[in-house]
């Protein structure tokens, strides 16, 4: 099974939010049409970024530690750099 760690942007505020799923199609759509809480006010929302892995373990991981960075601009810019280095 494969999971994804995602990034999101609101068109509405231009916030990100990060999340990690296992269907990342059905879980955008479920952001979009106002099922998942934080987001619901947030619409719409645009796919930036996402990541695969291999265990939910690994997704849970690297969700926590983009929570972790504190400003949208650190956050795009690691998802950058970890980008050119390879990952998926």
Do not use: C, W
Request: charged share 30%; glycine share 4%; aromatic share 10%.
């Amino acid at each position: 099974m494969t999971f994804f760690v995602y990034i999101l942007k609101s068109l509405k505020d231009e916030k990100l939010y990060i999340g990690q799923t296992n269907n990342l199609e059905k879980r955008i759509i479920r952001h979009n049409a106002g099922q998942v809480s934080s987001t619901k006010n947030r619409r719409p929302l645009k796919i930036i970024y996402s990541e695969k892995f291999y265990t939910r373990k690994e997704s849970m991981a690297r969700e926590k530690y983009l929570k972790s960075l504190k400003s949208s601009e650190y956050i795009l810019n690691n998802i950058t750099d970890s980008s050119t280095q390879g990952k998926e």
